[in-house]
């Protein structure tokens, strides 16, 4: 069964610190899609990444950067120098097949707060 | 205008009333999907819509209903609530060509059933 894990539930640090938001993956598929979404304090979901299972070339987005280890099962998220606008829950999340499949699995969550 | 729109934003309700929560979008999208969040538990799915002739039941769909009116318009039914349905709902489109599940979200319907 493919399952998403966000251990950390909520991190608080101060503006200007590198954040990095874990999330672990499982399944049993060999292709499978992983996925990033940011949910601000206005509460609409909002697509940040989106990365397959044969490509795990790490991403860089501005700020942003996914690391993808399949070795760990691992699709991390760091946010680098953070802002007070970062301040959001953050969703990693999973489908499997060849990605035109009908599930998306959420993980539960976790919440950034960036204090000035 | 926002390109998914749901009504309503926010409803409170009594057990054993009937709800439908709408949800229209511009994107020309044919799928769509509706979702329900609640804390420490993220999103789940609760049905799902390739087209209009196509409904499909996602992982958590008994107490609730869907219609798909339009490729643009796709309802989510409570026929008679409960209080653990008491949830923020969201409904989401996607285009098969440009990457199923890359979702774009509507803003949310937040329901209370007291």
């Known amino acids: 069964a493919q399952k998403v894990t966000q251990a950390q539930t909520e991190i608080s640090v101060v503006e200007k610190e590198d954040v990095t938001l874990d999330c672990v993956y499982e399944t049993r598929d060999t292709t499978y899609y992983l996925f990033w979404y940011k949910q601000p304090p206005s509460g609409e979901l909002v697509f940040l990444i989106r990365r397959n299972s044969f490509d795990e070339q790490n991403e860089i987005s501005g700020r942003y950067s996914w690391n993808f280890q399949k070795s760990t099962s691992s699709f991390n998220f760091t946010i680098t120098a953070s802002q007070v606008v970062d301040s959001a829950v953050y969703f990693c999340a999973l489908s499997e097949g060849g990605g035109n499949t009908d599930k998306l699995i959420f993980g539960t969550g976790t919440r950034l707060q960036v204090f000035p | 205008d926002a390109d998914v729109t749901q009504t309503p934003r926010n409803r409170i309700t009594k057990t054993g009333k009937r709800i439908m929560l709408e949800c229209s979008q511009t994107?020309?999208?044919?799928?769509m999907y509706w979702y329900r969040q609640d804390p420490g538990l993220g999103l789940r799915l609760i049905y799902y819509?390739?087209?209009?002739?196509?409904?499909n039941k996602g992982e958590i769909s008994d107490g609730y209903s869907v219609s798909r009116q339009a490729q643009a318009k796709f309802s989510l039914s409570l026929e008679s609530a409960i209080p653990n349905q008491t949830a923020l709902y969201f409904c989401a489109t996607s285009d098969a060509d440009s990457g199923a599940n890359v979702l774009t979200f509507g803003a949310g319907s937040r329901l209370t059933v007291l």
């Open positions: 994107k020309g999208h044919d799928r």
């Open positions: 819509s390739f087209d209009v002739k196509d409904i």
